[in-house]
Every structure is written in C-alpha cells, then in structure tokens.
C-alpha cells in the first residue's frame, strides 16, 4: 500500500469489512449470508495477493435468507488451506461449494497445491473449530478432513435454525 499499488484500495476495502465484521458483528449469531459474504472477502482478499496462481471455483445455492448461525466457523477453515498452501505461491486451485437443505448447511472446501505440512490434523486452528461446533451444534453437526497427496477437502455439515 505504501507503494501506491493498484490494488491497494479493494484490499484496504476486503480488510476493513473483514475487520468490522470480526470487532462488532462476531459476538451473536448473524445469518448464513452474512457469514458466506465474510468468506467470501477473505478469499477476495487472498486472491489479490496470490494474482492469476489462485483459481478459484464458488457453487453456492443458499435461497432461504432467515437461516442463521454462529459467526466466524467458516473464516478458519478458508484460512487452514491458505496457512498450509506452499509458501512460494505455487497455483492454488480452491473450490467452495455451499447450499442449504431443509436447515442443512453444507459447506465444502476443496484445495489442490504443494502443502508444506504433513500433520493436518493436529491443527490447532482445526482443533479450535471442532471445540466450538462441539460447544454450539452438540449433536449438529459433522467435520471431516481428507488428504490425499497434493489435495484437502473439509467438510461441514450443520443443522441450522431459522430466525424466530
């Protein structure tokens, strides 16, 4: 930014909704939109850094506008692949598929690149996530992660409520 780079002003934009979105609207449930539109700024905000090596591929069918739930579980999980993703900025081919049945958010993220971490599952941003759906979806819900080779796939199933 202080080079007067181009893309400076959409990525003081995507941080500064990321930021508010974290400081003042993360302590209550917010509804599925608003919690798909916060991920979906972080990956814009990814993908100006990364330039034409991120490719990108979103599915999302969410109809129903009164679905909530609880803020800041899907940031973490985008974050996991972009924290693990080669640090030399080989291409990364990210796909997000999200879409709502009958109050069943499901959530896929799926990531093909050179990882630099073998341990995924000791993560303790991932661990951090299990105890939250643990705490607040008891019974709700299913995570799972998958790793072959050069590819991560999380998974996310929640039972999800409607605004009264």
Same mark, same amino acid.
């Given at each position: 930014m202080?080079?007067g780079?181009?893309?400076?002003?959409?990525?003081?934009?995507?941080?500064?909704?990321?930021?508010?979105?974290?400081?003042? #609207?993360?302590?209550k449930?917010v509804?599925l939109?608003k %919690?798909?539109m @916060? &991920?979906?700024?972080?990956? !814009?905000?990814?993908? =100006?850094g990364?330039?034409k090596?991120?490719?990108?591929?979103?599915? #999302?069918?969410?109809?129903?506008?009164?679905?909530?739930? %609880?803020?800041? @579980? &899907?940031?973490p999980?985008? !974050?996991y692949?972009? =924290?693990?993703?080669?640090?030399n900025?080989?291409?990364?081919?990210?796909r997000?598929?999200?879409?709502?049945?009958?109050?069943?958010?499901?959530? @896929?993220?799926e990531?093909k690149?050179?990882?630099?971490?073998n341990?995924f599952?000791?993560?303790?941003?991932?661990?951090q996530?299990?105890?939250?759906l643990?705490?607040q979806?008891a019974?709700?819900?299913k @995570?799972?992660?998958?790793?072959k080779e050069?590819?991560i796939?999380?998974?996310?199933?929640?039972?999800?409520?409607?605004?009264?």
């Amino acid at each position: 930014m202080l080079n007067g780079s181009e893309k400076s002003p959409n990525m003081l934009l995507k941080l500064s909704e990321l930021m508010s979105y974290i400081l003042y #609207e993360s302590d209550k449930p917010v509804t599925l939109q608003k %919690e798909v539109m @916060l &991920l979906k700024s972080y990956v !814009e905000l990814e993908k =100006i850094g990364w330039g034409k090596k991120l490719i990108i591929e979103i599915n #999302e069918d969410i109809v129903n506008t009164e679905i909530i739930i %609880e803020p800041l @579980l &899907l940031l973490p999980l985008a !974050e996991y692949i972009f =924290i693990y993703a080669d640090k030399n900025k080989q291409q990364l081919f990210l796909r997000l598929h999200m879409e709502v049945n009958e109050h069943i958010f499901y959530f @896929l993220i799926e990531a093909k690149s050179n990882f630099e971490k073998n341990n995924f599952e000791e993560d303790i941003q991932l661990l951090q996530v299990q105890k939250r759906l643990q705490a607040q979806y008891a019974g709700k819900h299913k @995570l799972d992660l998958s790793r072959k080779e050069n590819n991560i796939s999380l998974s996310l199933h929640l039972n999800l409520k409607k605004i009264l």
